[in-house]
């Protein structure tokens, strides 16, 4: 029952340090105020909100259905590609997406169903 906030922040603060001091004893020199913003930005879009989203997924609907909808993350980006990249999906592809489409509504239903 921890803060999802707290948590994201001591999760991230450790990964970006630990990033960091990898980077430093690879011989890489520090980036500029710039770029640090950038990365900065970008992990709290992408990273902090998404552990910040799973942390409370998990306190309200468990770890079983949470990792099921977190596990759909990698067809979002790849439907994401198509319009952004110009990316064709194959027909395996489609019917992954559609299976993992129809797991989705079937947890959704059966969630629902409990209340």
């Given at each position: 029952m921890r803060?999802?906030?707290q948590i994201v922040q001591v999760k991230a603060l450790s990964?970006?340090?630990g990033n960091l001091l990898l980077a430093r004893?690879?011989?890489h020199p520090f980036p500029s105020g710039y770029v640090v913003l950038m990365a900065l930005a970008l992990c709290f879009a992408s990273y902090g909100l998404s552990i910040m989203l799973d942390v409370y997924a998990l306190r309200y609907v468990g770890a079983a259905r949470e990792a099921a909808y977190f596990a759909t993350a990698p067809f979002a980006g790849a439907a994401a590609a198509v319009p952004l990249l110009g990316e064709v999906p194959?027909?395996?592809e489609l019917a992954a997406g559609a299976l993992?489409?129809?797991g989705v509504v079937i947890l959704v239903r059966a969630g629902l169903?409990?209340?």
């Open positions: 803060n999802p906030v990964a970006g340090l004893a690879a011989g194959s027909r395996q993992m489409a129809a169903a409990k209340r």
